[in-house]
């Protein structure tokens, strides 16, 4: 299993480039969890919160900020059993670090726990899941659970 991510830092803090060895964990569990034995790609993308607000703005129609922005190749599950390439492109997952401060003290947790969480939450989106719906949200947060609690702890 082998995902390769690009890490793009649109921040003047260089010290988010520590959870990199976090986003490759997490995406490797992730493929475990999922039964995705195939190659992938995505790109991460840190941004603070007034280029996320561009982004929901122009993209989604929503006028304000977010935590994180996913921007998946594939629209649903189905279309991943259609290709066959090499490797995968899932997509870009943008992640606002301002929004992932604020949560982390918010929810009373470490900020690796948030950074991490938003991480797992844009890539489960690449990969198809949604939680528009009340049984979807439920399968979903069920395996950010899955996946993120044997790897970066709570605190």
């Given at each position: 299993i082998m995902i390769s991510c690009t890490f793009v830092n649109h921040t003047r803090e260089k010290s988010w480039r520590q959870f990199l060895p976090d986003f490759e964990a997490i995406a490797e569990r992730t493929c475990e969890v999922l039964?995705?034995?195939?190659?992938y790609s995505l790109s991460v993308i840190l941004v603070k919160s007034r280029r996320i607000h561009q982004i929901n703005r122009d993209y989604r129609g929503v006028?304000?900020?977010?935590?994180v922005i996913t921007?998946?190749?594939?629209?649903?599950?189905?279309?991943?059993?259609?290709?066959?390439?090499a490797e995968i492109e899932l997509g870009d997952i943008f992640i606002n670090v301002q929004a992932?401060?604020?949560?982390?003290?918010?929810y009373g947790h470490s900020l690796r726990r948030e950074i991490c969480f938003l991480f797992t939450h844009g890539?489960?989106?690449?990969?198809?899941?949604?939680?528009?719906?009340?049984?979807e949200?439920?399968?979903?947060?069920?395996?950010?659970?899955?996946?993120?609690?044997?790897?970066?702890?709570r605190w």
């Open positions: 039964k995705r034995p195939q190659a006028d304000r900020p977010t935590d921007f998946a190749a594939c629209d649903d599950q189905d279309e991943f059993e259609l290709q066959q390439l992932a401060q604020s949560q982390a003290e918010e890539l489960l989106h690449c990969f198809g899941y949604d939680h528009m719906e009340k049984e949200e439920q399968v979903m947060f069920d395996l950010q659970r899955q996946i993120l609690d044997p790897l970066v702890p």
